[in-house]
């Protein structure tokens, strides 16, 4: 129409297209006309125009901006191996418009995890979607060396005192667990043993909140997890999806319920803080004795920063939500996962038992003593499950930093030739792959064979060799001496400064955990069907559905 009128009616419009299709019509070729010749610019820009040989090569792709989304949010551990077969171990590929290089390999790995804060950041890769969830002035919304100080804060309450407690906890609430759950209830107590099923995902997400609660959130988030607690996690978690991470502000309900939801969790926490004082300020009036808390509210409260400052209470409620979303979904997803591969292998499920009647069980079968912290290190089955677990399904697949210097990559890990050498540019994000390191068929045997005995010494597979080379060069980032681990193959727990401090506790809470279900339950999978395949939809690696897994009371 705007042509019609401004230059009136040619012989060449009377009887085209424009003259006789209406608005939207035009409208929608229009618009289709654009995005295709953007297709074929972006097409052609990849194959004709010559590339600056500095940077990293680029993954081929048809879809501007969108670029290899599809491909990565699918399968990225497929795709990571695919690029790697073209490009080698460093490459670059276009995620909604952002410039994504990984770099896979011992060599890759080092690079991002030991990289220097000041050239590659966390903070800048997480905050947008971390701190609408966390809160303020915690993790990645505060200088780097706050968090390093934070780390430190929170493993003082980490410490083999506070698992001893907990190991007992885990299993009472474990114990509890199976006897009453409504999903077990039932076959549990039914006097014929008979078979029943649950859902290994919803089930084991319930028990980890349930135990961590218990320990290191502490005795009043437990006694409060009720309808209201769990719609706000179910809220704030709802905010910590991939979308978040793509997308930090968007106009949609979920982003409004996220904020509302870390507002009333800040204020839940910061109450207990406020009723600890005061509880603690009446019994010295008193001269009655507080109960002592082994949680880390606990311990983050006797806490300073360097410069004496003590942590704020909304700091402490802050870091108290952080862990609790950093802890739920690893942990869950990883007891889920490990005890399926149980279920699925009955040698193994036989072997777990063994070794718990060896060392725990009662004279003429009249059950099992407790488990004892200080046990842990002498149930090698125990451990490995756990650790083949995290090694085939490392929770977290992706570990993102953003460049904020040009950063030269080593030529010992990719060069364009000889005497040059690639180049990151500043603004793009790097990628380390737990996943890809973990399955790597360079360095682990029939890398997708779940197989625990390869971590027992004399096993099959590499994992012995690497539980020495996970506690060789040690450094402290300013959080206690650490293993560097950033050139190791096995790195669910990540490595060096962002290393995980939660690795010690989650060894506690699925140990206890795995080693109750064994005790009490006879695991199979429903016929027919295997370990199920890997969900890389969500944030952290989950089975897909169905994951049901059989179950009857042990003799
Ligand atoms: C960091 C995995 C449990 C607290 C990390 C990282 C990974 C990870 C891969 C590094 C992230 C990065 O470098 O960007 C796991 C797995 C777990 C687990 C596999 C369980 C199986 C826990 C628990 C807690 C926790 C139970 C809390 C008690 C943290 C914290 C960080 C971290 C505070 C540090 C973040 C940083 O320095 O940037 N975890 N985690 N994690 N995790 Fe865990």
Redesign the pocket.
């Known amino acids: 129409p705007w042509v019609t009128s401004t230059f009136g009616k040619t012989a060449y419009l009377q009887n085209s297209f424009l003259d006789k299709a209406p608005t939207w019509a035009i409208i929608l070729v229009g618009f289709f006309g654009v995005q295709l010749l953007a297709v074929v610019v972006n097409v052609l820009r990849q194959l004709i125009l010559p590339r600056d040989p500095n940077l990293p090569p680029e993954v081929f792709h048809v879809l501007p901006i969108i670029g290899s989304a599809i491909q990565y949010g699918d399968d990225p551990i497929n795709f990571f191996f695919k690029c790697r077969e073209k490009y080698g171990d460093v490459f670059t590929f276009v995620l909604l418009g952002r410039k994504i290089t990984v770099a896979l390999g011992p060599k890759g790995s080092d690079m991002i ?1 030991g990289g220097k804060p000041n050239v590659v950041s ?1 903070e800048e890769a997480y905050t947008h979607l971390t701190t609408p969830v966390f809160g303020k002035k915690v993790v990645y919304d505060c200088p780097n060396d706050s ?1 390093m100080q934070q ?1 430190k804060f ?1 493993k003082f309450g980490l410490n083999t005192e506070n698992f001893r407690v907990y190991m007992g906890m885990i299993e009472e609430e474990t114990y509890q667990f199976i006897s009453t759950d409504s999903a077990f209830v039932d076959t549990f107590n039914a006097p014929d043993r008979a078979w029943g099923s649950f859902n290994a995902v919803k089930s084991f997400a319930e028990l980890t909140i349930l135990t961590a609660s218990r320990t ?1 959130q502490g005795s009043e988030v437990r006694s409060k997890l009720d309808k209201t607690f769990a719609q706000r996690y179910n809220d704030l978690d709802g905010g910590f999806k991939p979308i978040n991470f793509l997308f930090p502000s968007l106009p949609l309900p979920s982003y409004r319920r996220r904020d509302k939801a870390q507002q009333a969790m800040s204020r839940f926490y910061q109450d207990i803080i406020q009723r600890r004082r005061q509880r603690a300020l009446g019994a010295s009036d008193d001269n009655e004795d507080v109960e002592v808390e082994h949680d880390i509210l606990a311990a983050l409260d006797q806490q300073k920063y360097r410069d004496g400052r003590s942590l704020s209470d909304e700091e402490m409620a802050h870091i108290m939500i ?2 609790l979303m ?2 739920q979904h ?2 869950s997803a ?1 007891s889920a996962w490990t005890l399926l591969h149980i279920a699925d292998n009955v040698a193994v499920q036989q072997g777990l038992y063994e070794e718990q009647v060896k060392h725990f069980g009662l004279p003429g079968g009249k059950g099992f003593k407790p488990m004892e912290y200080e046990d842990l290190k002498d149930l090698p089955l125990l451990d490995a499950v756990i650790r083949e677990t ?1 090694r085939i399904h ?3 697949h992706s ?1 993102f930093r953003k460049v904020l210097q040009d950063l030269p990559v080593p030529q010992s890990l990719a060069a364009p030739s000889e005497s040059g050498a690639f180049v990151i540019p500043k603004g793009h994000f790097v990628l380390a792959s ?1 996943s890809v390191a973990g399955m790597d068929p360079n360095i682990w045997q029939n890398p997708t064979e779940w197989d625990p005995y390869r971590w027992v010494s004399g096993g099959s597979g590499a994992g012995a060799a690497f539980k020495d080379e996970i506690s060789g060069e040690k450094v402290d980032y300013g959080f206690g001496m650490i293993s560097k681990g950033t050139e190791s193959p096995y790195q ?3 490595a060096g400064r ?5 690795e010690s ?2 060894y506690v809470q699925l140990g206890s955990i795995i080693a109750t279900v064994i005790r009490n339950l006879e695991m199979r999978l429903p016929a027919g069907r295997g370990v199920p395949p890997q969900n890389y939809h969500t944030m952290i690696v989950m089975p897909k559905s169905p994951c049901d897994i059989e179950f009857r009371r042990r003799a």
Request: aromatic share 6%; net charge positive; proline share 14%.
């Open positions: 995890l966390a968090l780390k929170v290191l952080a862990l950093a802890g690893t942990s990883t995290l490392p929770p977290i570990i737990p669910p727990f990540g962002h290393r995980c401090i939660g506790f989650a």
